[in-house]
């Protein structure tokens, strides 16, 4: 199954976050951790051959967290060290809160997964290529509903929270007068539903999770980041989580880096600007094999990759899902809905959750981010509720990170 990649390939000379070094696939899988060092020393020892900048991880069974371990640094200016409780966005692993939220909306019966999403709007929503489809909600959560990635998107993205409300971003993107309208670059030529789409441009789809946070809403009727304050982060215990820097404790928020290449340069169709330095850091600042620092951004698509959270308290999240919808004695979801959702019975997929192997002969659900700064990944295993989440404040995951989920797996033995 294909899994989602970096959002922004806008640092032409940066790592970019691949597919391969996740599942164990890559070729680059010939390291070995030392079995005799301990499993921090082991990981220290790889990731300071690595040049990793900051990481942390957290491994649950069951109910329980039971490992947690940081590496490197939250802040390299200002020699901050990692810790497992550092909060940062989290890419497209944050869409698992926004499926999240929509199935609690359809497990009150406020909705039915192959609705037309029309009839939940204050204006419509079809592609121009094909205006007599409907878009349903089981196609946006699955990406097969043929809404694209227009150029807006990747505009979108400044420093600071959003100046852009979801509201206006939404309606400004599916009207036809509005501001971020684009008959063509908005949509795919294939019709909504379809299950074997092209495989290029690919039919993953962000603005289709900021749809349905905007249908969250609009179904429910208050904003949607405080929907997921009230109904998912705070009855959790993810007392330091949210979507946008005012939600959260900024002083704990880890700085994001990419790492750069040989020959680092602004890319040709942006400015310096367009890479979202940090404060402080200048075009000057670019050297070869280094790293840049980027502002605390955000973009107007918020609910489809800017949860801000540590692997800590996301472990809350992801224990309730390994325990059939429940955790801290608060019913997160019905155990028949997770069921439902961790099945390929949605266009051959899975709603919203996808598979991951790691290189084992197991089954782990779960999902992939990257982002400016951002390498994620949290998944979990059914048969055992053996969880894993990691988090890397810089865009790429080094080489051979499927071994390193292997024996961090093997601790949970």
């Not at 999770?209 to 179904?219: K, N, R, S, T």
């Not at 790691?358 to 700064?373: A, I, K, Q, Y």
């Given at each position: 199954m294909t899994s989602p990649q970096s959002r922004r390939q806008f640092l032409q000379s940066a790592t970019v976050l691949t597919l391969g070094a996740l599942v164990g696939c890559d070729s680059r899988q010939e390291l070995t951790l030392d079995p005799s060092l301990s499993i921090e020393e082991a990981l220290n020892a790889h990731f300071s051959s690595q040049g990793i900048s900051g990481y942390s991880a957290a491994l649950i069974k069951g109910d329980q967290l039971v490992w947690s371990y940081a590496y490197g640094q939250a802040d390299r200016s200002s020699n901050v060290a990692m810790t497992p409780d550092h909060i940062q966005n989290i890419g497209s692993v944050s869409k698992t809160i926004t499926a999240t939220a929509i199935m609690q909306l359809w497990e009150e019966g406020r909705f039915q997964l192959d609705d037309d999403i029309n009839g939940y709007l204050p204006f419509s929503v079809r592609n121009p290529k094909f205006p007599d489809e409907p878009i349903t909600f089981r196609q946006l959560l699955t990406h097969r509903s043929s809404i694209n990635d227009g150029p807006s998107y990747d505009e979108s993205y400044a420093c600071g929270d959003p100046a852009v409300s979801?509201?206006?971003?939404?309606?400004?993107?599916?009207?036809?007068?509005?501001?971020?309208?684009?008959?063509?670059?908005?949509?795919?030529?294939?019709?909504?539903?379809?299950?074997?789409?092209?495989?290029?441009?690919?039919?993953?789809?962000?603005?289709?999770?900021?749809?349905?946070?905007?249908?969250?809403?609009?179904?429910?009727?208050?904003?949607?980041?405080?929907?997921?304050?009230?109904?998912?982060?705070?009855?959790?215990?993810?007392?330091?989580?949210?979507?946008?820097?005012?939600?959260?404790?900024?002083?704990?928020?880890?700085?994001?880096?990419?790492?750069?290449?040989?020959?680092?340069?602004?890319?040709?169709?942006?400015?310096?600007?367009?890479?979202?330095?940090?404060?402080?850091?200048?075009?000057?600042?670019?050297?070869?094999?280094?790293?840049?620092?980027?502002?605390?951004?955000?973009?107007?698509?918020?609910?489809?990759?800017?949860?801000?959270?540590?692997?800590?308290?996301?472990?809350?999240?992801?224990?309730?899902?390994?325990?059939?919808?429940?955790?801290?004695?608060?019913?997160?979801?019905?155990?028949?809905?997770?069921?439902?959702?961790?099945?390929?019975?949605?266009?051959?997929?899975?709603?919203?959750?996808?598979?991951?192997?790691?290189?084992?002969?197991?089954?782990?659900?779960?999902?992939?981010?990257?982002?400016?700064?951002?390498?994620?990944?949290?998944?979990?295993?059914?048969?055992?509720?053996?969880?894993?989440?990691?988090?890397?404040?810089?865009?790429?995951?080094?080489?051979?990170?499927?071994?390193?989920?292997?024996?961090?797996l093997e601790e949970a033995a």
């Open positions: 979801l509201e206006d971003w939404i309606t400004g993107y599916f009207t036809p007068d509005g501001a971020y309208y684009n008959a063509e670059a908005n949509f795919h030529i294939w019709k909504p539903g379809t299950v074997d789409p092209p495989e290029e441009p690919r039919a993953y789809t962000n603005v289709g999770y900021g749809l349905l946070g905007y249908l969250v809403e609009q179904i429910a009727g208050q904003s949607f980041d405080t929907y997921c304050q009230e109904r998912i982060f705070q009855p959790l215990g993810m007392e330091n989580s949210g979507w946008h820097l005012r939600e959260i404790d900024i002083d704990m928020h880890s700085t994001l880096y990419s790492t750069l290449g040989d020959d680092p340069q602004p890319p040709e169709d942006g400015s310096f600007d367009s890479m979202l330095p940090a404060d402080g850091f200048t075009e000057a600042d670019l050297v070869p094999n280094g790293f840049i620092p980027h502002c605390q951004y955000s973009f107007y698509n918020y609910p489809d990759g800017l949860v801000r959270t540590s692997v800590s308290q996301l472990s809350r999240f992801l224990r309730a899902y390994a325990l059939g919808g429940e955790f801290n004695g608060y019913r997160l979801l019905k155990a028949d809905t997770i069921e439902m959702m961790l099945s390929e019975d949605h266009f051959e997929r899975g709603l919203c959750f996808y598979t991951y192997s790691f290189g084992t002969d197991d089954e782990f659900w779960g999902h992939d981010g990257g982002d400016p700064g951002v390498a994620t990944i949290m998944a979990f295993r059914k048969r055992d509720d053996v969880g894993l989440i990691m988090f890397f404040n810089q865009d790429d995951f080094g080489e051979g990170i499927g071994e390193v989920i292997r024996r961090i």
